[in-house]
């Protein structure tokens, strides 16, 4: 079984909609972060969260927001979402000093 | 601020060596990385080093860090077609947040 799943893989939405992408992991880790993909961009950073009760932003934060439920789900959520929000997004975990990070398969996310 | 550069696309020839280059500007990083991204996949640690080495090797695998210059290269011996992906060169920062580079596209031709 994967240590960090993702859901759903993929969701097209139109303009307006609320969406919430979930990240769920399995390695114990306290750190979990959410970036997004775009061609010629590498990852981008949104939100990062240290613990539960941790939770800091990113370099891209704005039309964003997320919710750490507990040490194992971290959660993005776009409240009004906008086809520049079209891209790959991608959960990761990380528990180590060395700062290895484990990631998820990935959300193709479309907005139309 | 950080910032890591890589260039977009690299062509080689199974069998033939690969190397990808990094540059990054944040000279207090301690830890830079090289991930591979398969396609419709996520992110696979291939390799790191600790900012106080000049080179790793694992397997095909070397890197080389020039601190002076803040480069790093990944060197790919014997690249073979399962090779063909989006590596991403990455600096470890604050808070294990990671800087990821822009991505370089690997095709092996036959």
């Known amino acids: 079984d994967a240590d960090v799943t993702q859901t759903p893989r993929n969701r097209i939405t139109k303009t307006g909609k609320r969406i919430m992408l979930e990240c769920s992991q399995t390695?114990?880790?306290?750190?979990m972060y959410w970036y997004r993909q775009d061609p010629g961009l590498g990852l981008q950073l949104i939100y990062y969260?240290?613990?539960?009760?941790?939770?800091n932003k990113g370099e891209i934060s704005d039309g964003y927001s997320v919710s750490r439920q507990a040490q194992a789900k971290f959660s993005l959520s776009l409240e009004s979402a906008i086809p520049n929000q079209t891209a790959l997004y991608f959960c990761?975990?990380?528990?180590?000093?060395?700062?290895?990070?484990?990631f998820g398969p990935g959300t193709r996310l479309t907005v139309l | 601020g950080e910032d890591v550069e890589q260039s977009l696309f690299l062509s080689v020839r199974e069998g033939d060596s690969s190397v990808i280059n990094c540059t990054y500007t944040?000279?207090?990083?301690?830890?830079l990385y090289w991930y591979k991204q398969e396609p419709g996949a996520g992110l696979q640690l291939l390799t790191y080093?600790?900012?106080?080495?000049d080179m790793k090797q694992d397997q095909r695998l070397t890197v080389l860090l020039n601190k002076k210059d803040k480069h790093l290269s990944l060197r790919i011996a014997d690249t073979q077609t399962g090779d063909s992906a989006i590596y991403f060169c990455?600096?470890?920062?604050?808070?294990?947040?990671?800087?990821f580079g822009t991505g370089t596209q690997l095709k092996v031709e036959l």
């Open positions: 990761a975990t990380s528990g180590t000093r060395d700062g290895e990070q484990f």
């Open positions: 390695k114990g880790h306290d750190r």
């Open positions: 969260s240290f613990d539960v009760k941790d939770i």
């Open positions: 944040d000279s207090s990083s301690t830890y």
């Open positions: 080093i600790f900012s106080n080495m």
């Open positions: 990455a600096e470890k920062g604050g808070g294990n947040k990671l800087t």
